[in-house]
């Protein structure tokens, strides 16, 4: 399934640096963690570490939802749900984009590319199946 994004969403899919999932722990907690991620235009990526909490409740349940941070106001909203897997490979364009978009990010928390991809080398991809707008 392919959700409709305006203009302004599809732009922000490109820029933003953050985006906020929320898994669902045991006994059934909310829990939203900001991360990096790749949008490939169907689906999007997140690095993670082997064993974080993040694909505990994933194994748990797939369904996530992942939102950017509003305006000052309370507008630019964008929350989309969908349902998250757990790969361990990427393809090699995918890592590359992710290694480029976060390239100023990665040195900034004192990582090289490849300590990057070594540390973090659990993928989760999530597929969107709605998405709330208010722009």
């Known amino acids: 399934m392919s959700i409709q994004l305006s203009e302004t969403i599809a732009n922000r899919l490109v820029v933003e640096q953050i985006i906020w999932l929320t898994t669902v722990r045991a006994g059934s907690v909310p829990t939203p963690t900001p991360v990096w991620f790749l949008w490939d235009g169907e689906t999007f990526v997140i690095f993670t570490q082997p064993g974080s909490q993040k694909l505990r409740n994933i194994a748990q ?50 990582m090289t590319p490849e300590r990057m991809a070594a540390e973090y080398s659990t993928f989760i991809r999530i597929t969107p199946s709605r998405v709330r707008t208010l722009e």
Do not use: H
């Open 61 to 110: 349940n797939p369904t996530v939802a992942l939102n950017f941070n509003t305006d000052e106001w309370g507008g630019s909203v964008a929350v989309f749900t969908g349902t998250a897997e757990v790969e361990n490979k990427l393809p090699s364009a995918q890592m590359d984009a992710y290694l480029m978009k976060y390239a100023e990010g990665i040195k900034m928390i004192g």
